[in-house]
């Protein structure tokens, strides 16, 4: 029966915690080099040959974990064969310097403790129960504690200060993990939060998806059946010139209605193709001025030798939706800058009138907010700004200095054949 299993979920953050355990492994090593040192030159004739015997070990089997870990092998194991050594190389320093009577008896528990928090399992009680029983043993077989001249008081006191040196050291390590660990919990839970805003947004998204396929399947039939009816209207109508403007109208809000559709098909395809962006702007806001025929666009776009650029199709209905929520917002003027840069795309979309108060710019783009306009869901800004954030970019309002609202988009532009 295996004590513990080879591989878990989360094991990067288990590799860099038991470099973390080794690298305090070396601490303790170079600790107990000084303790040695400093009991040579009160002169406590220590077993010097066993007691180096036990700490070489140790060093050697930490090298070993820390060449494992860094090669990639999966962490449990290393990480479980250096706390089972710190056990055996403690048990063997405390057999040659007093048995349970040396107060760094108390230094197992750490160990026990950094097993628990790491490697949960089986392994840990089987480390426990091996603690218990070396720490039993060692009432019975050990060296004695060489004293200097069999001072009696001398030994209390050097007892003395070995309880506040082991009680000093197991507080720092317990209080060390333990720290970490619920600084750990509390990325974790960030995370998870983060995680579940995410899902909700993409059900929301997902949601909205079946319900905009349904109406684009629902309308195609009616919308075909407009286009012929206007056009045996606009034949029977042919001696009325005054109708003229509002059958061009009519024509030019049913091609447009039709372009929507196609370009909902068109959001299902994952290969964008290269074209400039001069272009790919002029020729979609041709549209859109058909069916704002009263707001008046004045549009900077880049120059007709800017370099090609893929954009998702997924990005011109969270773009137009800005649009549209600038042209509703000041009917009579939107001005919008489309600036390319190297690798993004940068686009300013100002109304010059209108204004969001601190809870709308608060909620942009996170909830279905309270809208202004009589018809208005309040989703259209929610829906840019997860599509913005899925295609890698970002989407901010905020109200400007002298009047207005300022839309900023920024987007990384797609390489020729790149998908995102």
């Given amino acids: 029966m295996m004590l513990f299993s080879p591989a878990e979920p989360g094991s990067t953050h288990l590799a860099r915690a038991a470099l973390g355990v080794a690298r305090l492994r070396d601490a303790m090593l170079a600790l107990a080099a000084v303790l040695a040192g400093v ?29 494992a870990l860094r090669r990639g092998h999966p962490p449990r194991l290393p990480l479980a064969a250096g706390l089972a050594g710190d056990i055996v ?25 950094i097993a628990a928090l790491l490697v949960p399992g089986r392994f840990v009680w089987a480390l426990a129960l091996a603690a218990v029983s070396a720490y039993g043993l060692l009432f019975r077989f050990h060296l004695p ?33 333990v720290a970490r660990l619920s600084r750990r919990l509390v990325e974790q839970e960030a995370a998870l939060a983060r995680a579940r805003e995410a899902q909700l947004a993409d059900e929301q998204l997902v949601a909205l998806g ?22 045996e ?26 372009e929507a559709l196609a370009e909902l098909k068109e959001g299902g395809e994952v290969t964008p193709s290269a074209e400039s962006l001069r272009h790919a702007f002029t020729r979609r806001l041709e549209g859109w001025r058909a069916l704002k025929p009263g707001v008046r666009l004045v549009a900077a776009l880049p120059p007709e030798d800017a ?20 042209a509703e917002a000041d009917p009579c003027e939107v001005r919008l800058n489309v600036e390319q840069r190297e690798h993004a795309l940068l686009i300013d979309i100002v109304n010059p009138r209108g204004t969001l108060s601190d809870a709308q710019l608060s909620r942009a783009g996170l909830a279905p907010v309270e809208s ?34 300022l839309a900023r988009l920024e987007l990384p532009l797609l390489a020729e054949g790149e998908t995102r």
């Fill in 210 to 231: 079946v319900q905009a396929a349904g109406a684009a399947h629902a309308l195609s039939t009616p919308l075909n059946t407009l286009t012929l009816l206007a056009g």
């Fill in 39 to 67: 009991a040579g030159l009160f002169g406590v004739a220590l077993p010097w040959l066993l007691v180096g015997q036990a700490l070489a070990m140790l060093f050697g089997l930490n090298r070993l974990t820390v060449a």
């Fill in 145 to 177: 504690w060489p004293l200097a001249g069999g001072d009696a008081a001398y030994a209390f006191s050097l007892h003395l200060v070995g309880m506040w040196l082991t009680f000093a050291l197991s507080a720092l390590l317990i209080a060390g993990f």
């Fill in 89 to 113: 190389a403690l048990t063997e320093i405390l057999a040659f310097t007093g048995g349970a009577a040396n107060p760094l008896a108390s230094l197992y528990l750490p160990v026990v403790l």
């Fill in 372 to 405: 202004d306009k009589p018809a208005g869901l309040g989703i259209g800004m929610m829906l840019s700004h997860a599509t913005l954030s899925r295609l890698g970019g970002t989407v901010r309002l905020e109200n400007r200095a002298g009047g207005g609202v």
């Fill in 307 to 326: 370099r090609t650029a893929s954009l998702s199709p997924l990005f011109w209905p969270a773009f137009f939706n800005l649009l549209n929520n600038a």
């Fill in 233 to 258: 209207l606009k034949s029977e109508t042919a001696d009325r010139p005054q109708l003229a403007a509002d059958w061009a109208a009519m024509d030019a809000a049913l091609l447009r209605c039709r």
